[in-house]
């Protein structure tokens, strides 16, 4: 996840703003906003979604037992 899309959807879910406060703080243009969360909650779901072995490779993490 690029690092915009996180401060989205950090100043979003985590903050508690509207999806145009958010834009208006990390000084994009609203739709590039919608844009960037719509993005960040498809990649969300697809890691959340895949299983634990495929998360800790993309990650880079050690896996198995």
């Not at 508690?16 to 994009?28: F, H, M, N, Q, Y």
């Not at 072995?53 to 993309?58: L, P």
């Amino acid at each position: 996840l690029d690092p915009r899309a996180a401060r989205l959807v950090e100043l979003r879910y985590f903050g508690g703003l509207e999806v145009a406060e958010a834009a208006a703080i990390a000084d994009v243009p609203l739709r590039t906003a919608e844009r960037d969360l719509a993005f960040a909650r498809t990649w969300l779901r697809r890691r959340l979604d895949a299983p634990i072995a495929e998360r800790t490779v993309e990650s880079g993490e050690a896996g198995g037992p």
